[in-house]
């Protein structure tokens, strides 16, 4: 096959412990996944169906890499999450089979342009520039579920600067893993290397320019990003 210009690289992640790398298809995040982090951006938790946004495979960053202050924005923010990857496909998937098609999971911090996002759901229009940006997905290394096993409850907790400023537990999650992955293979073809963010906890807050945020999540290890000079 020929193409009128070279394909772009495959996206990917690392993996825990292996020199092999986890490609990307796709990322998907569940919006206010915990009650508390709901009722800070003005919203009342419920148990609707969760609903979707998504980010493109290539905006993904590994641990330790530097994010510049992205364009655009004046409020950059910090949401750390836990991440479920996909291993095997399905569609139609019941809650007590979704598990079987998860590879892994890891540490993930969903970055946002806040000032964007609001000003879209005030206008009703898509979030795409608030969370679709460049560099807007760190994903630390997938541990496998092999030698993890599926996280329900431990500690989900953000610092900046050596400063905690989200401090919870995977346990207070609206949606469980199983539940979201059954409700979005309702919609859609799930596929390996499909990621999905899992929504994140109260505290979300501002980086500057020379900030260093870090991530840890019981059992899957640490990420760390450095918030570099403005794009």
């Known amino acids: 096959m020929s193409f009128v210009f070279d394909p772009q690289p495959q996206p990917s992640i690392a993996v825990a412990q292996s020199d092999k790398r986890l490609p990307v298809r796709r990322i998907f995040c569940v919006g206010r996944n915990y009650a508390a982090h709901a009722r800070e951006m003005g919203k009342d938790p419920d148990r609707d169906p969760p609903f979707f946004f998504t980010k493109p495979a290539d905006a993904v960053v590994d641990s ?5 202050y992205p ?15 996909i291993g095997l496909p399905g569609r139609d998937i019941p809650e007590s089979d979704a598990l079987s098609h998860v590879w892994g999971y890891a540490v993930g911090n969903d970055l946002t342009r806040r000032d964007l996002q609001l ?20 994903i630390g290394p997938v ?13 989900i907790r953000l610092e900046v600067n050596g400063q ?3 401090d919870a537990d995977l346990a207070e999650l609206i949606w469980s893993v199983p539940e979201i992955i ?8 799930i596929q390996p290397g499909d990621l999905i963010m899992t929504g994140t906890p109260a505290g979300v807050g501002a980086l500057a320019e020379g900030d260093i945020c870090r991530i840890e999540i019981a059992g899957l290890g640490t990420i760390e990003t450095p918030i570099g000079p403005r794009a």
């Open 64 to 68: 330790g890499e530097t994010v510049a």
């Open 71 to 85: 364009p655009d924005t004046g409020n950059f923010h910090f949401e750390a999450e836990l991440v479920v990857v």
């Open 164 to 166: 905690v400023k989200q």
């Open 182 to 189: 059954s409700i979005l293979s309702q919609s859609m073809q």
């Open 119 to 138: 000003k879209a759901r005030e206008q009703g229009r898509p979030w795409d520039c608030g969370k679709a940006f460049d560099r807007s997905a760190v």
């Open 143 to 155: 541990h496998p579920v092999s030698k993890v096993g599926h996280p329900k409850t431990g500690s």
